[in-house]
């Protein structure tokens, strides 16, 4: 159990256009998801927390109206880089958190590259 | 906010021997240290966990030790395998309600066959 799936696994997009991808957890309800940003040889950065049903909480720094967060249903999350430009280049992941889970444990998807040209 | 900071940055092992990471953390109030392995490439994967109400915790040949008053923890793994060699992330709670972690920068672990 505790599967947690991304869409597209890989995208190559010009500058200017709108990516969105999908998280989903497959096997369990997660009321809190979350989206990372992992450039190459570095660390997760925490972009935003999405809750179900409620606007995602943004870290310091991170555009909102860029990366748009949509938690739509206790299983899906959906991450919108709009006019994307060659410096949001990266790899992102999202994880979950199960919705009764005594820990804070977080299962993570497979990540998705983009590439921006 | 939660800082973590994580040392060394790379370390390299002979097969078989241990290997030992270590974390500190800023907030006295988080309560979850999980540790992530990730290869290159794909996701990170949990490996261990540890909460904050006890001092060690062990699964097979990886184990995890927790001083709260130092606020520090820290990975170690027996025995080391090439199948070992991975980045590996520690990550402290942050206490706002909604599980969020704060990772470490990682650590490159090169077993030596």
């Known amino acids: 159990g505790a599967v947690v799936s991304q869409h597209p696994s890989r995208v190559i997009c010009k500058s200017g256009t709108s990516v969105k991808i999908e998280c989903r957890s497959l096997d369990f309800q997660a009321t809190t998801m979350f989206w990372y940003r992992q450039f190459p040889k570095q660390s997760l950065m925490l972009m935003a927390t999405s809750n179900e049903g409620s606007k995602a909480t943004y870290e310091q720094g991170v555009e909102k109206d860029k990366f748009l967060i949509n938690h739509a249903s206790l299983t899906l999350s959906t991450l919108t880089v709009t006019s994307a430009h060659p410096e949001d280049s990266s790899f992102y992941i999202c994880s979950a958190c199960r919705a009764v889970h005594p820990y804070n444990e977080q299962f993570f998807g497979p990540g998705t590259r983009l590439t921006v040209l | 906010g939660e800082n973590v900071e994580q040392h060394p940055s790379t370390l390299s092992v002979q097969e078989g021997d241990s290997a030992v990471i270590k974390c500190t953390y800023s907030?006295?109030?988080?309560?979850?240290f999980p540790w992530y392995k990730q290869e290159l490439g794909k996701r990170p994967q949990l490996i261990i966990d540890i909460r904050s109400n006890v001092g060690e915790k062990k699964d097979q040949r990886i184990a995890v030790t927790l001083n709260k008053t130092a606020k520090h923890f820290s990975l170690h793994i027996t025995e080391t395998q090439p199948e070992d060699s991975a980045v590996y992330f520690c990550?402290?709670?942050?206490?706002?309600?909604?599980?969020?972690?704060?990772f470490g920068k990682g650590n490159q672990v090169v077993v030596i066959p």
């Open positions: 990550a402290a709670s942050m206490v706002d309600g909604n599980n969020r972690l704060a």
């Open positions: 907030d006295s109030a988080s309560n979850y």
